[in-house]
């Protein structure tokens, strides 16, 4: 993908964004990222941007959102905070997003070994941090049975969890977003990135025939 315009972003389905995004994560972990003049993306986003996808990530620095889906300058709304968490300034940028801006998909993207979700499993307490991980804790309690220690395989369990209930808050919260799934103009969906592989995980992933395939 090159220059994303008005024209190519409307042009666009839910199911081509996600299909875009699958095809860049396969180049990604195949290293085998396409060629692109960032500079001649700069000067042309600098009159407007048309993304064409909004993508709610964690802060791990494993994890950079454009280059595991091999997007470039003007492809993508990045939201990063810790353990991937909604809340209503969350909401509003994906509103914006999808609203105004055009988007036509909302990924949920959470990871394997994040240290938001073994924090939130270990009720680690401190300062703002608490009220995050408070966030978290519902996913926590959803797979903990009792008062036992969640092993490493059950944590990565919660990390899932922890994105379904991120997915089910912004379907609570976001009319707009609801009314505009509900209409088929976007789609709202979870992954799960490993950050061992460098692979996508959509949590409804069909088999999608690419290009390079």
Sequence with gaps: MGIQTKESQSNLTPEDARKILIEGNWRFVHNLKLQRDLHEQVVATSHGQFPFAVVLSCIDSRVPTELIFDQGIGHLFCVRVAGNIVNEDVLGSMEYACKVAGSKIVVVLGHTQCGAVKAACEHVK?????????????????????????????????????????????????????????????????ALYDVSSGVVRFFDQVKVKTSLV
Excluded: W, Y
């Design 126 to 190: 401190m300062g703002n941090i608490t009220k995050l991980l408070g966030k978290i804790q519902p996913a926590v309690d959803f797979i903990r049975k009792g008062e036992e220690q969640l092993e490493e395989a059950a944590m990565e369990e919660v990390a899932v969890q922890n994105v379904k209930l991120s997915i089910d808050r912004i379907r609570k919260e976001s009319p707009i977003l609801v009314e505009m799934e509900s209409a088929g103009k976007i789609e709202i969906v979870g």
